[in-house]
């Protein structure tokens, strides 16, 4: 009953063992899943947070596009409208250059006209000094002058190039009847030479006056015509600015497109290349799994001669200690029949008894060398057990380091291949993208060849009706020729 339990509890340790060892296993795939399903989440979340970032990057570019388009729309019109009012400017400036050339040249004249009159009529006051107004009471000379003035303002209105600032100068400058009679009753009171040179004087510093102030009214409209010239320089610098900046987007644009059809060739040669690592992975998984299975199956005929082993072991444990108990049984036996057969050869010599005794001893000697070597034998097998457990131990301690390096090979290539597959994704939606792009041009191509053949049509239709008519035409010349 003793070995039998004891075969019993080993059986039981066994399998405990085996449970423990599944449930650690168990325990390790779960970690691993748990481990692959946070990868996953924070692959997902990353992937997210790129296409929210590039979304929003695009988003600000576009509106970034649309702000330069509206500011250059902007620009060409107030580009546009300050060319018209340049050009206007221009036109204003030289018909204001005109007038003024104009209104010098007809003042020029008019001081002439003023200073001989003057003259005239100072030696007309120191000749005759009995009349007291003598230029006043000619009503011929009044009329020649009052006639000569309004003959200039009519010429310069008339003419329509001198503005009223050059009339009412004109107007000033050509005083009527009543100031030339004051100032020649006042010039009469005074010495003749002093009362000519203080009125030619008045009469310059009046010219000169205005002339000035003319000059400064064109130093001003120059002024303005140049700050128009600076700022429609700057405007057309920045609209060029502008060209040279939607160039340069054109440019990335396109290179974009390069480096994302690189890209995509790439790609697809690293999706290629990691399929054929994912198919060699596989195929190598596949052959660890069965040489795994094959080792777990010798492991388990293993564990089964070992326990077989450990029961034989534990009954011979078991013999050898009956059978020890039994060798001592047997010595206290020998010595209870030698301490006898002492006695009784001294008491009485029994060489039959003797003989006997020596034969079983000699019998017992036998069988307790045979338990020996049998036990001798038995330890070696136990020896020999062992020392293959422990390679079987090694091996299968070399074969799970292997299955953790390809396990963590294999989940590398997982990373790999998600990345691969995101880059793939992202790199679809751009095809797509682009295919749609590609869609509607071949629409609007599709339409311009229905349009262009429509128009053949017509064309054709058109040329069939000249022939026809062209043939009538003929018909007819012939019919008239004929008659």
């Known amino acids: 009953m003793k070995p039998n339990q004891k075969l019993m509890d080993s059986d039981w340790e066994a399998k405990q063992v085996l449970h423990l060892q599944e449930l650690e296993e168990a325990r390790s795939r779960a970690v691993q899943m748990e481990r692959t399903m946070r990868w996953w989440s924070d692959c997902t ?33 107030e580009s546009n409208a300050f060319r018209r009012q340049k050009q206007t400017l221009e036109a204003h400036n030289e018909q204001m250059r005109k007038e003024l050339d104009q209104i010098h040249v ?26 007291s107004f003598p230029f006043i009471s000619d009503p011929e000379e009044t009329s020649d002058l009052n006639a000569k003035d309004s003959g200039i303002e009519e010429y310069i209105l008339n003419d329509g190039s001198v503005n009223r600032h050059a009339v009412e100068m004109m107007n000033e400058s050509s005083t009527p009847k009543n100031a030339l009679e004051d ?49 429609i320089e700057k405007l057309e610098s920045d609209l060029m600015m502008l060209k040279e900046k939607n160039e340069d987007l054109k440019i990335s644009k396109q290179d974009a497109i390069r480096e994302l059809m690189q890209l995509k060739d790439t790609h697809n040669d690293m999706v290629s290349h990691m399929k054929i690592d994912l198919m060699n992975e596989t195929s190598f998984r ?93 330890k070696k097998t136990l020896t020999d057990k062992n020392t293959e457990l422990n390679h079987s131990g090694r091996r299968i301690e070399q074969y799970e380091t292997e299955v953790k390096k390809l396990r963590l090979r294999i989940e590398e290539l ?70």
């Open 286 to 378: 596949e052959d660890v799994d069965r040489r795994l299975a094959d080792v777990r199956a010798q492991l388990e005929r293993l564990q089964v001669e070992n326990a077989t082993e450990w029961g034989k072991r534990e009954r011979l444990e078991t013999e050898k200690l009956s059978l020890e108990r039994e060798n001592k049984k047997l010595r206290t036996e020998l010595r209870d029949a030698l301490d006898r057969l002492e006695r009784r050869i001294k008491s009485q010599p029994a060489d039959n008894e003797l003989r006997s005794l020596q034969l079983e001893l000699a019998n017992k000697n036998k069988e307790i060398n045979e338990l020996k070597q049998a036990n001798i034998k038995m």
């Open 414 to 483: 997982k990373r790999d291949l998600t990345t691969a597959e995101d880059e793939v994704d992202s790199n679809d939606n751009n095809i797509r993208k682009l295919q749609r792009s590609n869609e509607d041009l071949q629409e609007q191509v599709d339409n311009l060849h229905v349009q262009i053949q429509y128009l053949q049509n017509r064309l054709n239709r058109s040329a069939s009706i000249l022939k026809i008519q062209n043939g009538f035409s003929d018909e007819q010349t012939d019919e008239d020729s004929n008659a």
């Open 183 to 231: 100032t020649l009753s006042n010039v009469s009171d005074i010495s003749g030479d002093m009362c000519h040179d203080e009125l030619l004087r008045h009469r310059l510093s009046e010219v000169q006056l205005k002339l000035e102030e003319m000059t400064k009214t064109v130093g001003v409209e120059r002024e303005e015509n140049q700050n128009l010239h600076k700022t």
């Open 45 to 77: 979340a990353n992937w997210r947070e790129k296409w929210s970032k590039v979304r929003n990057e695009r988003n600000v570019a576009r509106v970034e596009i649309k702000e330069l388009q509206n500011k250059l729309d902007g620009a060409i019109k």
């Open 106 to 131: 007809l003042l020029l004249k008019h001081v002439d006209q003023w200073d001989s009159q003057l003259i005239e009529a100072a030696q007309k006051v120191e000749t005759s000094k009995e009349h």
